[in-house]
C-alpha cells in the first residue's frame, strides 16, 4: 500500500500540518487506526503541559511494595489490591 502525504487540520490550533507519508506507514505498522489531530508544536505543549510544565504541582507518589522482590517503591498511582505492583527493576525485567 502506497501512503502519500496528507494534509490535516489541528484540532488545537486551526493549523494545517502534513501528515507524510512515512509517518502514515509508521502508524500502520504500529497498528494505529485514527490520523493525528494535532500538529507537531501542540503535539508538544500538549506532552510538556502534561509532564509537568510550568506551575503545575508534581506529580503525587504512592508507596507500595513489589509484588516480585518485595522492596518498597514508589508510583505514581494510588495502588489497589486487585493488581500486583513490581519496582521498576522487575518491571522493566517482565517486559
Known amino acids: ?3 502519500q502525504d496528507k494534509t490535516l ?3 488545537d490550533c486551526g493549523g494545517d500540518f502534513i501528515f ?3 509517518e502514515q506507514e509508521f502508524y500502520a505498522e504500529k497498528g494505529f487506526e485514527n490520523e493525528p489531530a494535532r500538529c507537531r508544536d501542540c503535539r508538544g ?3 510538556r503541559e502534561r509532564d509537568g510544565g510550568e506551575g503545575r504541582a508534581p ?3 504512592h508507596e507500595a511494595v ?3 522482590c518485595g522492596v518498597t517503591t514508589q508510583v505514581p498511582f494510588k495502588p489497589r489490591n486487585d493488581r500486583p505492583i513490581y519496582c521498576r ?3 522493566n525485567a517482565r517486559k
Do not use: L
Request: proline share 0%; net charge positive.
Open 1 to 3: 500500500m502506497a501512503f
Open 9 to 11: 487540520k489541528c484540532k
Open 59 to 61: 506529580r503525587e507518589m
Open 66 to 68: 513489589c509484588a516480585q
Open 89 to 91: 527493576d522487575c518491571f
Open 45 to 47: 505543549a500538549r506532552r
Open 20 to 22: 507524510t507519508a512515512g
